[in-house]
């Protein structure tokens, strides 16, 4: 399946999950934002200008460590309830190398991370 046919049919699932949910829970879930206003630049902008604003002397690698994470954390949920699973793991990505780069350049070298991020030779395989 192309990268496109997944997309589609991870957009698919995410529909009869919430119609699953909606009528299990017997209430109506509603979007915070569209799913097609949802990108991974709004989202990298937000999370620079959110270290862009804790940026003071006293605030150590660990705090913005610490911040990144919970804002991942945040980004990744807004981004499942709008049913974007595609953009969910590469918004994760993005915040595991933010992290590696963050760590680098206080330790001077990399952590070995386990979720999130693919080699960086071979780009994340899709699969049905």
Do not use: C, N
């Not at 070995?112 to 699969?127: A, F, H, I």
Request: aromatic share 8%; net charge positive.
């Amino acid at each position: 399946m192309s990268g496109a046919g997944a997309g589609v049919s991870g957009l698919q699932d995410a529909r009869r999950w919430r119609d699953r949910l909606e009528r299990a829970w017997g209430l109506t879930l509603h979007d915070s934002v569209a799913p097609s206003r949802l990108h991974l630049p709004g989202f990298v902008g937000e999370l620079e200008q959110g270290l862009g604003l804790i940026d003071f002397p006293e605030v150590t690698v660990e705090d913005r460590i610490t911040f990144l994470e919970a804002a991942v954390a945040w980004q990744v949920r807004r981004a499942l309830r709008a049913g974007r699973f595609d953009l969910a793991i590469r918004i994760q990505a993005f915040g595991a190398k933010r992290v590696m780069e963050l760590h680098e350049s206080q330790y001077g070298w990399r952590p070995v991370l386990l979720y999130g991020v693919p080699r960086p030779d071979r780009p994340p395989r899709l699969t049905s």
